[in-house]
């Protein structure tokens, strides 16, 4: 259900995201903001590194925002699936796009 582009590499993808207009918002540890403190907009590209490595430090610079997910100290990081989960449901949830729920079956 998500439209799908591939790009060529890195420096394809900045052209194309820069042409239109779209913010870049990398999910890390190295940042400040929590991500429900965020407002989010529509065509927000979010993007998630490795588990292990995170992204470059090149990716680090183009972002437009830099966020993070709380976590208690000495508790281990959340894996990048529930990651993307989280910080997708509360982006949808701010642009009120979360699909509806479903009629009850009589």
Known sequence: MAALSRHADWHAFEAW?????RRLVLLTTKAATAYTGFTFAAG???????ESAGVPEEIHQAADARLTIPMRAGARSVNVALSAAMVAGEALRQLRQYPQPLAPVA
């Open 44 to 50: 927000d590209i979010l993007l998630f590194g490795r």
């Open 17 to 21: 995201r820069r042409t239109k207009a």
